[in-house]
């Protein structure tokens, strides 16, 4: 069994495709007659053209315009005079082979392009490499590998999907991905999730441990590929795919319905997304509202920091498909697990307890406020709540504060609006936080637990070691108490509490946490129409007993 990211939901068993990574180095060759290498690579561009004008139709065949624009870019690509001339130029001038003057052209390119400060340009280096890395493959005499080859359904093992492979697929043949590298918000993740399919993301090795054909059980839900199952677990998972299958659609009728308990006591059932993408799927399964957008996927998925335009842009896109429904977006969270290539931080010895996401936001103040004030900028256009995560003493809220009325000072000042009424929460995911919950909670509009972060942090018990998961336990009673202390303080102070951590979508747990007066659970999008199905059928009352004789 291999675990990995659960990146989209759902069961497939079927039999690997496995596609190699295309990794070509080239050699610097000397060449006699350099017009016939010219003419083998104008020959080369002739025909990466043709893949890519092939591409692009059945890109916006199978998606959309947009996602074929990336295409677009390419092909126009081979048309500039920077790219194909210097090269062209340098096989001629220097008597090299192709492959050799390309990479090298390339290479010189990306360089130019990582040194310039417009991020529009450099945000090109991915584009470049792509050409370069078809225009290589085409050289050396080979087919595109991949998912235009597959003849029979399949479960695709990469290293990772691109845009290009995925552009190509037989969707009807494909019943699930498992990758080795990226992440929630990568391309393929996010592709998955498009077409519905089950997606494990940031398997270790897989390339080595999985080959073509191999027979595979892949759980999207639980974040597990079998390899070569036996009889009796392949029977297994065939009835969990029914079960899977008739569950999904009884509980399609929950969508429309509110969340409220048999005596009456109405909560909300919202979902957590990692990029302006999933927000579909909050749709597709009735989410009353967003409790957490973990925004530091936006940065994640970049080469360099977003920049508050862009920010604005997709902030102000999921406020505006949610139609007025809540939207909390959290600030940066970045460290711990999670890294930005272009955002060196110096190694830590335990990264969780260190510099990470409030505590460097306060640190890279500029960071921050462009941040906040795409944030601002965006709440004019529908229900925008702004939460700080990480915060653990009453100092870094009143600081972030502080930044977030300066924000509003200079878009005030620069005549821009932003919703005046906007509601500022926080995490509460530090013990340390939870255990002053009574002061912080005068100086903010709402809590929103964290239990992923408060389970790790109450126990002492890293969330990713494997080796001490059997203390990470939801039902801890030191867990379970502090949880109960941030409601009451909240409560005490008339703010509402939230929770956005795994824990809210724990069906076992619901009962407990409704009678402890949860107003709001946020979860996966998967999770919330069967969340929802279990508050219909508890009592608010019988639920405050349970909590009161525990
Ligand atoms: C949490 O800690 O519970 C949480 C929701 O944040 P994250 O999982 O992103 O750390
Ligand atoms: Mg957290």
Same mark, same amino acid.
């Given at each position: 069994m291999l675990k990995g990211i659960k990146a989209s939901s759902g069961i497939a068993i079927g039999k690997a495709f496995v596609i190699k990574e295309y990794d070509f180095k080239p050699l610097k060759i000397k060449i006699e007659d350099s017009s016939l290498e010219e003419e083998r690579f104008n020959k080369a561009v002739e025909k990466a053209k043709k893949e890519l004008e092939e591409l692009i139709e059945s890109t916006i065949k199978n998606f959309t315009e947009n996602e074929g624009e990336i295409f677009e870019a390419h092909l126009t690509m081979l048309d500039d005079p920077e790219l194909i001339g210097t090269v062209s130029e340098k096989i001629l001038k220097e008597n090299i082979n192709a492959e050799y003057a390309l990479k090298t052209v390339c290479d010189e390119l990306v360089e130019i392009f990582e040194g310039i400060e417009d991020e529009y340009l450099k945000e090109r280096i991915v584009d470049i490499k792509d050409v370069t890395k078809r225009m290589l493959r085409i050289l050396n005499g080979q087919v595109e590998e991949g998912v235009n080859n597959i003849k029979e359904e399949s479960i695709i093992i990469s290293k990772d999907i691109t845009p290009s492979q995925t552009a190509q697929m037989d969707k009807n043949k494909v019943l699930g991905f498992v990758t080795e590298t990226g992440g929630v918000t990568s391309h393929s993740a996010i592709i998955a999730r498009t077409l519905g399919i089950p997606a494990i993301l940031g398997v270790h090795n897989l390339l080595d441990k999985i080959k073509n054909g191999d027979v595979l059980i892949i759980d999207g839900n639980e974040g597990v590929v079998i390899l070569n199952p036996d009889e009796k677990t392949l029977k297994n998972y065939r009835e969990k795919i029914e079960r899977y299958m008739e569950d999904k659609i009884e509980l399609l009728k929950y969508k429309d319905l509110e969340s409220i308990t048999l005596d009456f006591k109405k909560v909300e059932v919202a979902g957590n997304i990692?990029?302006? /993408?999933e927000v579909d799927s909050i749709i597709e399964n009735g989410g009353?509202?967003?409790?957490?957008?973990?925004? /530091?996927f936006l940065y994640m998925e970049k080469e360099v920091l977003p920049n508050e335009e862009e920010q604005f842009l997709a902030y102000k896109s999921v406020v505006e498909k949610l139609n007025g429904k809540p939207v909390v977006i959290r600030t940066l969270d970045i460290g711990g697990d999670k890294k930005l290539s272009y955002l060196p931080i110096k190694e830590e010895l335990n990264p969780f307890l260190g510099y990470r996401a409030i505590r460097l936001c306060l640190d890279r103040k500029d960071i921050f406020k462009t941040q906040l004030r795409a944030l601002l900028r965006a709440s004019k256009y529908g229900n925008l709540k702004i939460m700080f995560p990480m915060i653990c003493n009453l100092e870094e809220l009143l600081e972030s504060k502080k930044i977030l009325k300066e924000c509003k000072n200079e878009l005030k000042e620069e005549g821009l609006e932003y919703d005046e009424n906007l509601e500022v929460g926080i995490m509460i995911e530090v013990p340390s936080a939870a255990i002053i919950s009574d002061i912080l909670a005068k100086e903010v509009d709402f809590f929103s637990i964290g239990t992923n972060d408060l389970i790790q942090y109450t126990m002492a018990?890293?969330?990713?070691n494997e080796k001490v998961?059997?203390?990470?336990?939801?039902?801890n009673l030191a867990v379970l108490r502090l949880i109960k202390l941030v409601i009451e303080n909240g409560h005490r102070e008339g703010i509402w509490v939230g929770m956005c951590g795994e824990m809210a979508g724990r069906e076992d747990l619901i009962p407990l946490l409704l009678g402890m007066g949860l107003e709001e659970f946020s979860m996966s999008p998967s999770s919330i129409l069967k969340v929802r199905k279990i508050i219909r059928n508890l009592s608010f009352k019988e639920s405050s007993k349970i909590v009161k004789k525990l």
């Open positions: 990692g990029s302006v /993408e009353e509202g967003i409790g957490l957008f973990r925004t /530091e018990v890293d969330r990713m998961s059997y203390l990470y336990d939801f039902n």
